[in-house]
């Protein structure tokens, strides 16, 4: 399995602002993937991190709002623009290898006040 | 119809239960098969994968029906720290895609 880090683990930020999540794997991965996660509802995936081109995008999230990075193999970032309060979630990165299983980092606990 | 579709649980069971979850697909060209395990503010953790002919990891036995577009979860002897979600996961495509997470059952073993 791959090891995955993300930073920050938790923040609280103010309407209109942006964050951005980093997410790094211990190793070279083939796939990583951007989830969200609302308080009781299950995951619900945001987009696919492509490595050197642009994120493909899941019906309903847009590059404006979450501009997504993969510069090279193991290491990503996904930002949250012009927050709102709807906005509040944990955000988790994904990866895979060869293999069809992926493996989640920590989450990034989101407050948007 | 939801893509991935589980009991609603929450199942409250003792000790030394045996338990089983049930899950269904809508999407008949679904590649692979998954659960995962939530605990509660942590991350999903994957538990098993699921092949056609059924495979068993100590406790967990985990099926798959394609006919019937169905996959089980069969926890025997339970532990409270068997207490989480279990995450019925299906991936829709061939290959590394994004996975798609049913809402989960939620388990409590009481001792």
């Known amino acids: 399995s791959a090891v995955i880090s993300q930073k920050p683990s938790r923040d609280i930020c103010q309407r209109g602002t942006s964050l951005t999540i980093q997410c790094q794997v211990d190793?070279?991965?083939?796939?990583m993937f951007w989830y969200r996660q609302q308080p009781g509802q299950s995951l619900t995936l945001i987009a696919t991190?492509?490595?050197?081109?642009?994120?493909?995008?899941e019906s309903g999230f847009v590059i404006d709002k979450f501009p997504i990075s993969r510069p090279n193999l193991t290491f990503s970032t996904l930002t949250v623009s012009n927050m709102s309060p709807e906005d509040s979630s944990i955000y988790l990165c994904?990866?895979?290898?060869?293999?069809?299983?992926?493996?989640f980092g920590p989450g990034t606990r989101l407050t948007v006040t | 119809r939801k893509e991935v579709e589980q009991d609603p649980g929450p199942f409250n069971v003792p000790e030394g239960a045996t338990v089983a979850f049930n899950c269904t697909y809508s999407?008949?060209?679904?590649?692979?098969f998954f659960w995962y395990r939530q605990d509660c503010r942590k991350e999903p953790k994957l538990l098993m994968s699921?092949?056609?002919s059924g495979n068993e990891d100590g406790r967990f036995t985990a099926q798959l029906n394609r006919a019937s577009q169905y996959i089980s979860l069969l926890i025997r002897d339970s532990k409270l720290s068997d207490s989480a979600t279990y995450l019925c996961?299906?991936?829709?495509?061939?290959?590394?895609?994004?996975?798609?997470f049913g809402k989960g059952t939620r388990l409590s073993v009481i001792a």
């Open positions: 994904s990866a895979a290898r060869f293999s069809y299983e992926q493996y």
């Open positions: 999407n008949s060209a679904s590649q692979s």
């Open positions: 699921v092949y056609s």
């Open positions: 190793s070279q991965v083939t796939m």
């Open positions: 991190a492509n490595q050197g081109s642009e994120a493909t995008y």
């Open positions: 996961v299906v991936n829709r495509r061939s290959g590394n895609t994004p996975l798609v």
